[in-house]
């Protein structure tokens, strides 16, 4: 029987490491513009080598053809760029086994930690859902356990606003007595946002209508005694129930459809975000033309004044090493941002030439596209073309949209045309749009319709497009007015 223990043991693997440089060339590919001009404003002020050229200057062809024509006179200890960027092709190959094997190695030094929290510092928040609640408690007469214990509930809220757990519980852990918590929580749940502290989505709708007055309502009945079948939809039986017109059930369902199911989300972080197209294609003088968004990007050369210090012959090898090394760095940088310029043409490029058809009719003639079919056009691995869409957008004549919307799967019709799934989508979508709201159309009955137009799918593929559109089954979709 073998013993039990600690043991010391060696152990030989082997591993894709890459170096800092061809990681951040990685980074900079990857990048959308407005992150892309945050790294370069970075290493602008951590290189001292570095400057930027006034909006008017020179583009970054002309900006690479300075930075090469101007080299330090110790060329041993220059970088050779183009055997970099071979190296960065090779690899290729092996970005996503390595990602997938050092997925939770990242690497996050103090600096970058340093950096992030003064980018949240910075941000100017609103009022949160806590602060607003506290507020509240603040001006109400309560004594100082039932203050306490409203605080200690405020806490608890999950992000829809909701006090899930059970009070007798939270007794415990606050160490405070149960009758002071419920009396706290009586209190929270009459604090704005209406339905705020329920302990689910029956509560939350009731306590919203006696808020509003409404708490003997028809609608308040059928959310206290009938939220089974209100969720259901069976108006009909509902009606039966309360011996009631169907015209009365459909208002007071309507009714409940006006309340807030989540009072705490509009205290929620905030996710939207400003989108900054990286690319804009568009019809212009009889061609459609693709323009890269170089605005947001500084345009960066190397400092003539280091080269010239470091010619002078003046400076210990410590120094002369460190001005050298930066701009190696500062080179590489340049050079980094001008490839992933011309990578994100040349895709852009392809799409426009596998997605013709879309750019010029709209969405009913997108193509189904594969990365691996734009990655043999432009010459790269398909990890690449991943890499060089993730988070970016284009400005399309039909809207702005992300990169990755070009790239999906599809079928053949009947006829032999590619289809995409996102033009089928559309196509369920309109169908649906005009079923009779009194009799819905079933996921069969879509099918049908669709193999009719010599598109054929199975009804559960049907069924599974409709749920990704947000589309409710067929007897939530009925309407009985």
């Known amino acids: 029987m073998s013993s039990q223990g600690l043991h010391q043991f060696q152990k030989q693997t082997q591993s894709l490491v890459l170096a800092p440089q061809l990681r951040q060339s990685l980074k900079i590919l990857q990048a959308p513009t407005m992150e892309l001009r945050n790294e370069i404003l970075e290493e602008l002020q951590s290189n001292p080598t570095l400057e930027e050229l006034p909006i008017d200057g020179a583009s970054l062809e002309s900006t690479l053809e300075n930075t090469e024509d101007n080299d330090t006179p110790d060329q041993s200890t220059e970088m050779d760029l183009e055997k970099d960027f071979e190296i960065l092709n090779k690899l290729d190959e092996d970005w996503r086994e390595h990602f997938a094997q050092a997925g939770s190695q990242n690497v996050y030094t103090s600096d970058d930690a340093q950096r992030r929290q003064h980018f949240f510092d910075s941000l100017v928040s609103d009022t949160s859902l806590q602060e607003q609640l506290i507020r509240q408690a603040d001006l109400a007469d309560l004594d100082e ?3 306490e214990a409203i605080q200690y509930l405020i806490g608890c809220l999950d992000d829809r606003g909701y006090l899930t757990q059970d009070l ?25 946002p209406p339905g705020i502290g329920a302990s689910d989505l029956q509560e939350c709708l009731h306590i919203q209508l006696k808020l509003k007055g409404r708490g003997n309502s028809l609608a308040a009945r059928i959310v206290q005694e009938h939220f089974d079948l209100l969720l259901k939809r069976r108006i009909p039986e509902i009606a039966k129930r309360y011996g009631a017109d169907l015209e009365d059930v459909q208002n007071g369902i309507e009714e409940i459809s006006n309340l807030d199911p989540s009072p705490g989300r509009q205290f929620g972080e905030d996710t939207n975000q400003v989108v900054t197209p990286d690319i804009t294609i568009e019809f212009d003088d009889g061609n459609w033309m693709v323009y890269l968004n170089n605005d947001y990007i500084p345009r960066l050369r190397i400092s003539n004044v280091y080269k010239e210090i470091i010619a002078r012959g003046q400076l210990s090898n410590q120094e002369k090493e460190y001005l050298q090394g930066k701009i190696r760095s500062g080179k590489f940088l340049i050079s ?14 392809s799409i426009l030439e596998f997605q013709m058809g879309f ?54 019709s009947g006829s032999g045309e590619s289809l995409s799934n996102t033009t089928i989508k559309d196509m369920m979508a309109t169908i649906i749009e005009g079923e009779d709201p009194a009799k819905p159309l079933s996921d069969q009955a879509v099918t049908n319709l669709l193999a009719e137009k010599d598109i054929k799918i199975a009804r559960r593929t049907v069924a599974k497009y409709r749920e990704e559109l947000g589309i409710l089954p067929t007897n939530l979709r009925r309407s009985y007015n």
């Open 168 to 192: 007798s519980n939270l007794s415990l852990l606050a160490h405070k007595p149960l009758k002071v918590m419920q009396e706290a929580h009586d209190v929270l749940k009459g604090l704005d």
């Open 145 to 147: 356990a039932q203050r």
């Open 336 to 349: 980094s941002i001008e490839q992933r310029q011309q990578t994100i043409e040349k895709i852009s490029r």
């Open 359 to 412: 750019f010029e009719e709209g969405i009913s003639k997108l193509r189904p596209l594969t990365m691996t079919q734009v990655a043999d056009v432009v010459g790269v691995h398909e990890t690449t073309v991943s890499r060089a869409i993730a988070g970016k957008y284009v400005k399309t004549p039909h809207g702005v949209l992300p990169l990755k919307y070009f790239f999906t799967p599809g079928y053949n």
